[in-house]
């Protein structure tokens, strides 16, 4: 693969080269800029912090995108925070905020969680035991996963399009939110009906016209003031990481769902680039995953994931040599280091930044959808998902002041929905109703029954 990359960046022109990076450079914003804009405010950061909070992002994002073209799997897939990452930390916030903890404590928890994550990564591609952990995350799995974490975010996103944020008692705000829902149907438009590069940029056109009308109605923010021209980005933001063990759990959780779309991205590239993916490719791509998840804690940012995405966009620009994509997130990582562009970049609504995410979402569920329509859905299915979703749902309803009498860590875990009916389903899935192997009419072959 090494080899045909460099012919292909031999074979293209300078002109070629400075366009397709370009391109790149603007669809890797696309999906970059719009998370840390919208979780700052929500971790509790100031202007100032939300701003040096999506400097950190593009910096890590950049880095990873570099590291994972040049020697983990060494294809043009971009390196964006992933939805589940940021997802779990929108319900992680909210779970702090029902049991009226601070927000500080829970920063430098996610930082703790998200390096171990990494370390987790890693000791799987050392130790080349990525398919079997994989194979326990079935689509009764990942399903429930999926569909829980898109619920358990619908209250956070839709209070976000409101323009009610995060406080309590907060009222809507029926103007912006007009403003909100039709920049909603706008992206799911563009979405759906755009072609070509309309189409892989209609994140970024949303956010674009979103902003602008924000601006034109005159509910803008000034971008904050920098003080220096050129700055790296800070290390442990939030603190010293530290321990909290349901934060711990939920977040190596995260990581194994996670493992299946590295693997699919890979794959996905590989059709479009008709390239055939070798099994080392995905041993390293999990590798320098792992150093990238570690470093998104050591920075305080979420957690990146190859996206998928990255496969259509080649498909349309006919392009797949690695370098104009190494160009493209060099130069997001130097724009990283100015905090004008941070402070800039900050300004942007939060109101359009949940309009956008709350289409993303909804293709997660549709995700999680299609997980369980692949499955055979008999009984013993039925019994699997039914049961760990209402489960996972009833707790959402639970108030949280309802395990104060439990141990810390016990009243933790029991009060994440998520978590539980992830549990829930594991148990289900591999113990309760485990699969039997049965005999076919072939002789000494063995295959699992997904019979009740």
């Given at each position: 693969m090494r080899s045909q990359g460099s012919s292909e960046q031999s074979s293209l022109g300078t002109s070629v080269v400075f366009l397709a990076a370009t391109q790149w450079f603007v669809f890797i914003l696309a999906s970059v800029i719009t998370v840390p804009i919208v979780l700052g405010p929500a971790l509790g950061l100031s202007v100032q912090g939300t701003a040096a909070l999506t400097e950190r992002t593009l910096f890590v994002s950049g880095l990873?995108?570099?590291a994972q073209a040049w020697w983990g799997h060494r294809v043009p897939i971009v390196e964006g925070p992933a939805g589940m990452w940021w997802g779990v930390f929108l319900v992680l916030i909210q779970m702090t905020r029902d049991t009226?903890?601070?927000?500080?404590q829970l920063r430098p928890e996610l930082e703790f969680g998200l390096i171990l994550a990494g370390i987790f990564y890693v000791l799987l591609a050392l130790f080349n035991w990525v398919d079997p952990v994989r194979r326990l995350f079935t689509p009764a799995v990942t399903g429930v996963f999926m569909t829980l974490l898109s619920l358990?975010?619908?209250a956070t996103l839709l209070r976000g399009i409101l323009g009610m944020g995060s406080a309590a008692?907060?009222?809507?705000?029926?103007?912006?939110?007009?403003?909100?829902?039709?920049?909603?149907?706008?992206?799911?438009f563009l979405m759906n009906k755009g072609r070509g590069m309309v189409r892989n940029f209609a994140v970024l056109i949303a956010l674009t016209i979103g902003w602008a009308a924000f601006a034109l109605l005159g509910w803008g923010r000034l971008p904050a003031t920098a003080h220096l021209v050129l700055a790296v980005p800070q290390v442990f933001p939030f603190g010293i990481p530290r321990l909290q063990w349901g934060v711990a759990i939920t977040a190596l959780f995260t990581a194994v769902v996670l493992l299946s779309n590295l693997i699919s991205s890979v794959y996905a590239m590989g059709h479009a680039t008709e390239v055939q993916a070798q099994p080392n490719q995905f041993r390293r791509a999990t590798l320098i995953s792992g150093l990238g998840t570690a470093l998104a804690g050591v920075f305080g940012v979420v957690g990146n994931v190859p996206l998928a995405t990255s496969a259509s966009f080649v498909q349309l620009s006919k392009?797949?040599?690695?370098?104009?994509?190494?160009?493209?997130?060099?130069?997001?990582v130097v724009i990283a280091c100015v905090p004008v562009v941070g402070n800039l970049l900050a300004t942007l609504p939060e109101s359009v930044g949940y309009a956008v995410l709350f289409v993303v979402f909804g293709q997660l569920l549709g995700l999680g959808l299609k997980d369980f329509q692949s499955m055979p859905l008999n009984q013993r299915d039925l019994y699997v998902i039914s049961m760990s979703i209402m489960s996972g749902v009833g707790i959402f309803f639970v108030p949280s002041t309802a395990w104060v009498d439990l141990p810390p860590l016990i009243g933790y875990l029991l009060g994440n929905g998520l978590l539980v009916g992830v549990l829930l389903v594991l148990l289900l899935e591999h113990l309760v109703f485990r699969h039997k192997p049965v005999a076919t009419a072939h002789a000494g072959c063995i295959k699992g029954e997904r019979g009740a």
């Open positions: 990873l995108g570099m009226g903890e601070s927000l500080s358990q975010l619908a008692g907060a009222l809507i705000h029926p103007r912006s939110a007009l403003v909100s829902l039709a920049l909603v149907v706008l992206t799911v392009i797949s040599a690695r370098l104009p994509f190494l160009l493209a997130n060099g130069l997001l």
